[in-house]
């Protein structure tokens, strides 16, 4: 149960210190020593997987200074001191200030074992329960921002909430429109690092000369022009996000730095010889194959397997037609309270056009036909002429994919029931508990 977790352990007298180590490793616990709080307050972090245990006489900072110190980033995290004869008063105004226990000198490796065991269940149930509270939070919130019902989306919203607080760098793939910066923010708020920067990058929308100075920053004086010290966008996303769009565009000069920054996590602003340390996750997207642009040598090898530890695919709007009708009531909403519009009616007319259609600027498109609609340009629909004609689904496809989304969309109206649905869509029960079965949905069975 407390194997994942560590004891820290400040204790400034070495032998009583390796006393402590010792007879917590016997019992399968792993420790870290160190003599003053001062060298402790280096390894410490809001979430920290483990427990303390500190004497109270320390050089310099004592050990209820400490106590103090750290629970003012996390008083949740459990601190063991251990005290000396004449400390009991301090000790019990310890407890008073939120000390998890105290251990009085001298003591048994028996009881200490114990005393550290209750604390690292304690500690360990307190990460469980943020984790657990950080999961429904940022599943609210992907389920909230990436909408639809088709399979395709419940496997991408799964797999942002598995990877949103991991520190696996991602790859985002996906036809242009398709909401890949929408996904990395969804990453990023979903995740721990969701108060650091989010900051994005356009790779292909500045020139090279421009480029290493924008990400890795500069200093006074690096080049004519560079008046004043300039934080780098790398720089800027410390604590948090940094999002590369169109990461395929990247000049090949560039890629090999970012890859040093990646493999260091560190970097040199121009101009200096100090490396900065930095901690941002790098989440890329890219509408191309980059594995095949690696293979036809027109992007880094290296740089491609460095940034595709984990890879988030995602669907274009013409392979998840069910969700059209949904996600066009949804922008209507948005574009109705941007521009301060009635929200105009949808027919049937309008949703087999949406449905119908092959939608190559895919979920961008599909908004910017929702904005017109709501200021009036046109009536519900994209404008198909002639040349619009050849990118129309196949008929039958088209009524399918109709026929589904009517029938997903009932059944999420009368929240699962087979009765209500089919009386709304004017069908026998039977027919449609089949057409269900056909189009792979599914019901609550209520009557």
């Given at each position: 149960?407390?194997?994942?977790?560590?004891?820290?352990?400040?204790?400034?007298?070495?032998?009583?210190?390796?006393?402590?180590?010792?007879?917590?490793?016997?019992?399968?616990?792993?420790?870290?020593?160190?003599?003053?709080?001062?060298?402790?307050?280096?390894?410490?972090?809001?979430?920290?997987?483990?427990?303390?245990?500190?004497?109270?006489?320390?050089?310099?900072?004592?050990?209820?200074?400490?106590?103090?110190?750290?629970?003012?980033?996390?008083?949740?995290?459990?601190?063991?001191?251990?005290?000396?004869?004449?400390?009991?008063?301090?000790?019990?105004?310890?407890?008073?200030?939120?000390?998890?226990?105290?251990?009085?000198?001298?003591?048994?490796?028996?009881?200490?074992?114990?005393?550290?065991?209750?604390?690292?269940?304690?500690?360990?149930?307190?990460l469980e329960v943020r984790d657990l509270r950080s999961r429904?939070?940022?599943?609210?919130?992907?389920?909230?921002?990436?909408?639809?019902?088709?399979?395709?989306?419940?496997?991408?919203?799964?797999?942002?909430?598995?990877?949103?607080?991991?520190?696996?760098?991602?790859?985002?793939?996906?036809?242009?429109?398709?909401?890949?910066?929408?996904?990395?923010?969804?990453?990023?708020?979903?995740?721990?690092?969701?108060?650091?920067?989010?900051?994005?990058?356009?790779?292909?929308?500045?020139?090279?000369?421009?480029?290493?100075?924008?990400?890795?920053?500069?200093?006074?004086?690096?080049?004519?022009?560079?008046?004043?010290?300039?934080?780098?966008?790398?720089?800027?996303?410390?604590?948090?996000?940094?999002?590369?769009?169109?990461?395929?565009?990247?000049?090949?000069?560039?890629?090999?730095?970012?890859?040093?920054?990646?493999?260091?996590?560190?970097?040199?602003?121009?101009?200096?010889?100090?490396?900065?340390?930095?901690?941002?996750?790098?989440?890329?997207?890219?509408?191309?194959?980059?594995?095949?642009?690696?293979?036809?040598?027109?992007?880094?090898?290296?740089?491609?397997?460095?940034?595709?530890?984990?890879t988030v695919p995602l669907p274009p709007l013409r392979e998840?037609?069910?969700?059209?009708?949904?996600?066009?009531?949804?922008?209507?909403?948005?574009?109705?309270?941007?521009?301060?519009?009635?929200?105009?009616?949808?027919?049937?007319?309008?949703?087999?056009?949406?449905?119908?259609?092959?939608?190559?600027?895919?979920?961008?498109?599909?908004?910017?036909?929702?904005?017109?609609?709501?200021?009036?340009?046109?009536?519900?629909?994209?404008?198909?002429?002639?040349?619009?004609?050849?990118?129309?689904?196949?008929?039958?496809?088209?009524?399918?994919?109709?026929?589904?989304?009517?029938?997903?969309?009932?059944?999420?109206?009368?929240?699962?029931?087979?009765?209500?649905?089919?009386?709304?869509?004017?069908?026998?029960?039977?027919?449609?508990?089949?057409?269900?079965?056909?189009?792979?949905?599914?019901?609550?069975?209520?009557?």
């Amino acid at each position: 149960m407390t194997e994942a977790l560590k004891v820290l352990i400040i204790e400034d007298d070495p032998d009583v210190r390796l006393g402590c180590e010792q007879a917590l490793q016997l019992e399968g616990i792993q420790t870290e020593g160190v003599a003053s709080a001062e060298a402790a307050r280096l390894l410490l972090g809001k979430d920290f997987r483990g427990v303390i245990v500190s004497d109270i006489r320390l050089p310099r900072m004592d050990g209820m200074s400490f106590l103090r110190e750290v629970h003012a980033v996390d008083a949740q995290l459990p601190v063991v001191l251990i005290t000396g004869h004449g400390d009991i008063s301090m000790a019990v105004q310890a407890m008073k200030d939120g000390a998890y226990d105290f251990i009085q000198k001298p003591f048994s490796p028996e009881y200490l074992v114990e005393v550290v065991r209750r604390a690292l269940e304690n500690r360990l149930l307190t990460l469980e329960v943020r984790d657990l509270r950080s999961r429904l939070d940022g599943r609210d919130q992907i389920e909230a921002r990436l909408i639809g019902n088709t399979a395709s989306m419940l496997k991408l919203r799964k797999l942002i909430a598995g990877l949103a607080d991991s520190a696996a760098d991602v790859l985002i793939q996906g036809e242009t429109g398709t909401g890949k910066e929408l996904v990395a923010r969804c990453l990023h708020e979903a995740s721990s690092r969701r108060k650091g920067n989010f900051v994005a990058i356009n790779c292909g929308g500045m020139p090279e000369t421009l480029f290493e100075s924008e990400i890795f920053g500069h200093e006074a004086g690096a080049y004519t022009g560079a008046s004043k010290r300039r934080i780098g966008k790398i720089e800027y996303a410390d604590g948090g996000t940094l999002f590369l769009d169109e990461i395929e565009t990247m000049p090949v000069s560039m890629q090999i730095k970012l890859l040093r920054v990646l493999q260091e996590r560190t970097l040199e602003r121009l101009g200096s010889n100090t490396l900065i340390p930095v901690d941002c996750r790098i989440v890329a997207a890219t509408k191309e194959d980059l594995r095949a642009l690696a293979d036809q040598g027109r992007f880094r090898a290296d740089l491609y397997y460095r940034l595709s530890v984990a890879t988030v695919p995602l669907p274009p709007l013409r392979e998840r037609r069910e969700d059209i009708p949904l996600l066009f009531q949804h922008f209507l909403l948005q574009a109705a309270a941007r521009h301060g519009r009635p929200v105009p009616p949808s027919d049937a007319a309008c949703i087999r056009q949406l449905v119908g259609y092959q939608w190559p600027g895919n979920v961008r498109e599909l908004r910017n036909v929702a904005d017109r609609c709501v200021l009036g340009i046109e009536s519900g629909a994209p404008p198909f002429g002639k040349e619009e004609d050849e990118r129309m689904h196949p008929l039958a496809d088209t009524v399918n994919a109709f026929e589904r989304a009517l029938i997903a969309d009932a059944l999420q109206r009368h929240g699962g029931s087979l009765a209500r649905s089919a009386e709304a869509l004017g069908v026998a029960k039977t027919t449609l508990h089949d057409k269900i079965r056909k189009y792979g949905l599914s019901d609550t069975g209520a009557a």
